[in-house]
């Protein structure tokens, strides 16, 4: 089946993929500690360095099997949303009004029944409450 070919070559590439996230995670603790580190220089090149870490970090991440299978499924992610119909600003608003009215109503009736059930057991009970 397929299934034993898909888990044969990911622990092919298992131990390649482990010492490419190790580098990640290295990178992007090495961008906090030398972020602690180098307090004296310039926040913008600290930034500056830190930006490229990660994008670097990134680069590796999405070479390893577990970040292309992310990247791919990202790029049907976004081909999806923008396949969605989003309604028109009248529609949203005509929706939300509807909501708050029928969470009003609701609401109402909560409470006519609450105080009703409060009525009939002290009644019951005797205790007027």
Known sequence: GSKSMSEKTENASNPLDMLKWLIVIALLVGVIVGN?????????YRALAAVAMVIIAGFIAASTAKGSTFITFAKDSRTEVRKVVWPTRQEATQTTIIVLIATGVVSLLLYGLDFLIVKVVSFITGLGI
Do not use: A, F, H, V
């Open 36 to 44: 602690y580190l180098y307090e004296d220089i310039s926040i913008l």
